[in-house]
Nanobody
């Protein structure tokens, strides 16, 4: 399984970005996927997660109401819509996937990360 994250960039505070994670190598429509982030000098943290069919989602308290995770299983793609961005959202964002159908997911494969920088 390979995960390719994209969509990062530089945005002003209050702006929006949409991240995408394209999965290849196998169909992942029945397994949970998620987004994580890691800021310089900080530990990696979970941002959001979604079940295989999209019926269950999880958000970190810091992203609730601002971020929306979604997936298009016909395109094997995971998304993260980020609105009302804050400077503290600056980090490298990673996507990850489980390989079994369970909730919460246990992540096995990780993407390479995409940089999100929010200026004040």
């Amino acid at each position: 399984v390979q995960l390719q994250a994209s969509g990062g960039g530089l945005v002003q505070a209050g702006g929006s970005l949409r991240l995408a994670c394209l999965a290849s190598g196998r169909t992942l429509s029945n397994v949970g996927m998620g987004w994580f982030r890691q800021a310089p000098g900080k530990e990696r943290e979970s941002v959001a997660a979604i079940s295989g069919a999209g019926g269950s989602t999880y958000y970190a308290d810091s992203t609730k109401g601002r971020f929306t995770i979604s997936r298009d299983n016909t395109k094997n793609t995971l998304y993260l819509q980020m609105n009302s961005l804050k400077p503290e959202d600056t980090a490298v964002y990673y996507c990850a996937t489980d390989i079994r159908s369970r909730w919460p997911p246990a992540y096995v494969y990780w993407g390479q990360g995409t940089q999100v920088t929010v200026s004040s």
